[in-house]
């Protein structure tokens, strides 16, 4: 089945809440000397909590989306299949709280939960180490552009730690056997039906449209916050 995307907006917007502090000594970000009181930074305790707080707040807010999302995905495909793709998105909300009850529609939250928290905490960890060692070997022409490739690598290392947790979500919004084997169980069955490289099917794709999407991100909010 056609797998969602990774939730890049509620990372990158969760970073936002905290991004201004945290990085008040990063590169072009060293705030305005002209604002009374004494400069604030988070401990990395701090970050770490308020990284993943706003990463599980996000995940349980837009899990319904992503699971009503990936069933019409899934029913709009092939030939056999027309009576469905016309169907709305409250129609599908209904229906599928009509036959497999509420509960169904945070199918998957599991690994989404588990995907996002340490995926959030990696990938923003990943990014300010990244920037700060490419800024600290660069020239100081060429240091605005740390964030470019500090946002592209830290991406690309998080979409590929958590590939199989985006998989095993993906599976589990839309297949109910799959859903009741629970997300080890049904793991396991891939394995042994698919192989262990059937956990980082879609992966290229991913890359393609995250990692870009991160080193453009970066280069922007950066050069904005200055």
Known sequence: P??????TCGMEGARLQQLGVVTAGGVGSAGNSNEPGPSKSLTALETT?????????????VTPFDVVKTRLQINNQGPDCSCCSS???SSAVLRIVRHEGVRSL????????LMQVPGTVLYFTAYE?????VAARSPQSLQEYAPLLAGGG????????VSPLELMRTRMQAEQALLR????????ALVRREGV??????????????VPFSMVYWLGYENLKR
């Open 154 to 161: 830290a991406r690309l290392v998080t979409s590929t730690v």
């Open 106 to 113: 945070w199918s998957g939250l599991q690994p989404t939960l």
């Open 87 to 89: 169907e709305r998105p």
């Open 129 to 133: 180490a990244a920037r700060n060692a």
């Open 2 to 7: 056609p797998r969602p995307p990774f939730n």
């Open 181 to 188: 084997q629970g997300m080890l169980g049904g793991a396991v």
């Open 197 to 210: 490289a059937a956990l980082w099917k879609g992966l290229g794709p991913t890359l393609w449209r995250d």
């Open 49 to 61: 909590l308020s990284a993943c707080s706003g990463a599980a707040i996000t995940t349980l807010f």
